[in-house]
């Protein structure tokens, strides 16, 4: 499958070859632990254990590569394994990295909790701020991390300027991509090392499977990244791999539907007498407005806001709302709201990352936009 194909073909044709036994459109799915081979080490296809490789998986695997224009994807078990293998892959005890003050609170956890154990340490830093992202960085600086948008602030960080910041520095940049989804923005060709994915949100879609990935396109770092990938064993299992393709077909008109419908969302909450603050930055007085319409398609489906009442104001909200599903996780074809304080983000409490506690995260499905619009209206009261 060509590179010079658009999005929405490589979305539907990259790693989607057809069976070469039955002619099926679809990529089976090779439930199955270890292949038959044709004397010692006469492996077919380079398939020996579906740990190291699974036909499924490869397929996915090809497809993301495509999607993101990296040499080679990586799935994953979940987002957080995929994350694990990146940081084992990177870093070495006494590295440093820089992550942003508006990080995903299981990233966070991750870093503040697992790997400071293995004497990793990390600094906080504004992102969208490249000065700040410069002072952070040390002499065992080895990587700077982004999410762009944020998790759950839709902060906006300029990718191309901190890619160039990184290089200077000798440090990897990783891209968190979860939000905007490789239809809506690529990192890689911005000039990021490392692109991240959760593909339990947006590439798969359904709110149905758990996954990660991750995309380079160093040919050296991807052959470390497989062999960490493999020692490690936190690997997409073929059924995983299978939905997550099957999700990724739709992934293009799914994003103009959530973006659609999130663009009318955030006009009623910035008119909205009980919302004090509307984060989107689809919104021209968003701070990273700009920065976000040069490197992003569009602005995506996720809008957070702050409740005018305070925290148990926003938490009324969360319980009122009816098509709405109170529920943690995004990215599926319906609406979703949570209060990131004391559900995905409670793990940041206390710390530099901590949310504000009258803030509500909407992730803004496919449904019909006026439906969502009076829904969030009876539900703010």
Known sequence: ??????????????GNTADPLTGAVVPPIYQVSTYKQDGVGGLRGGYEYSRSANPTRTALEENLAALEGGRRGLAFASGLAAEDCLLRTLLTPGDHVVIPNDAYGGTFRLFAKVASR????????????????????????KAIWVETPSNPLLGITDIAAVAQVARQA?????????FASPYLQQPLALGADVVVHSTTKYMGGHSDVVGGALVVSDPELAEELAYHQNAMGAVAGPFDAWLVLRGIKTLAVRMDRHT???????DLLTRHPKVSQVLYPGLPEHPGHEVAAKQMKAFGGIVSFRVAGGEEAAVEVCNRAKLFTLGESLGGVESLLEHPGRMTHASAAGSPLEVPA???RLSVGIENGDDLIADLTQALG
């Open 1 to 14: 499958m060509s590179d010079q194909h658009s999005f929405e073909t490589l979305a539907i044709h990259a």
């Open 118 to 141: 293995w004497g990793v340490e990390f600094s906080v830093a504004d992102t969208s701020d490249v000065a700040a992202v410069r002072d952070a960085l040390t002499p065992r600086t």
């Open 170 to 178: 000798g440090a990897r940049l990783v891209v968190d991509n979860t």
């Open 260 to 266: 659609e419908n999130a663009t009318k969302v955030a």
């Open 358 to 360: 009258d803030l509500v």
